[in-house]
């Protein structure tokens, strides 16, 4: 999942400014791929361990001298409709582990690149919740 | 559909397994181990045909799962149960004795899962599934 420069991106409530891009990923973290007698290819896959990634890229405009920090627990919100928060608009909502805060200095803006592992309630919920 | 038909009944489901033979040969035992302090070793007979089955149980949810896990220890019995194995490929293996059933985990040469100490656990997925292996002896007669 990814959205093209959304609105209404907030992080723990604070609203975000000059959001590029916000992407969902997901990836098997130990998939289980058998074989059996019959030949060579594979006959079960599965994806039993997995990671969720969210990954925030924004503009950083002015000086910030705070922010997520890695460890921290946070809410991501993202307004999934274009049309705003008229009827019909979704919200995605994802709690997650902030890993990294990186910053991107080559750019003629500077850009933040910030990466949430999302947590689930009790592993078996995927931990992005699309209402 | 890989099959292992051990007793005339499929004990295994029908998810992936493969089949491994154990070293064949002689059985050799180093003098040392016997407490003669000379080099060499004792030729003590052939080695037992020993297969083992190493394969993924796989159900749609977890109760279906534990119940294919029941059936394969049912047929562990005391005094065990010398059968026929027969492999998916159709390759059998008569007067076997069925001696252990063990949740391990294993997988791709290579991949993450290997050695991660996963041994045993129950893989929670799109299906609910679990490693083993199971060990099938031709026990050597006295």
């Known amino acids: 999942m990814i959205l093209i420069e959304p609105t209404g991106v907030t992080i723990d ?3 975000q400014a000059g959001v590029l891009a916000l992407a969902v990923e997901e990836a098997a973290v130990a998939p289980v791929e058998e074989r059996g007698e019959g030949g060579p290819y594979a006959v079960f896959v599965d994806s039993p361990a997995r990671a969720v990634r969210v990954i925030i ?3 950083v405009i002015g000086t910030t001298l705070d922010g997520p920090r890695s460890g921290q627990m946070v809410d991501v919100v993202a307004r999934l409709s274009a049309a705003g928060a008229g009827a019909g608009a979704k919200s995605l909502f994802v709690r997650g582990c ?3 805060v990186r910053y991107d200095l080559s ?3 500077p850009t933040r690149r910030l990466t949430v592992a999302a947590v689930s309630d009790d592993g078996a919920e995927s931990p992005v919740n699309v209402t | 559909m890989s099959v292992v038909i051990f007793d005339g009944k499929s004990i295994f489901g029908s998810g992936p397994v493969r089949v491994v033979i154990e070293p064949r040969g002689a059985v050799l035992i180093p003098r040392l181990r016997l407490n003669q302090p000379v080099s060499g070793s004792v030729l003590i007979g052939p080695a037992e045909l020993v297969v083992q089955i190493r394969g993924r149980l796989v159900a749609s949810d977890e109760a279906t799962l534990r119940g294919l896990e029941q059936e394969a220890l049912a047929t562990l019995t005391n005094p065990p ?3 026929r194995l027969v492999e998916p490929s159709g390759a059998q293996h008569d007067d076997m004795t069925y001696v252990s059933f063990e949740r391990r985990g ?3 040469a290579g991949s993450a899962r290997d050695g991660l100490g996963e041994v045993g656990t129950i893989d929670r997925g799109r299906e609910v599934s679990l490693a083993f292996v199971a060990r099938f002896v031709r026990v050597n007669a006295l």
């Open chain 1, 107 to 109: 750019a003629k803006v």
């Open chain 1, 57 to 59: 890229k924004q503009e």
């Open chain 2, 81 to 83: 149960t010398v059968s």
């Open chain 1, 98 to 100: 902030v890993l990294e």
């Open chain 1, 13 to 15: 409530g604070v609203a």
């Open chain 2, 106 to 108: 294993w997988g791709v």
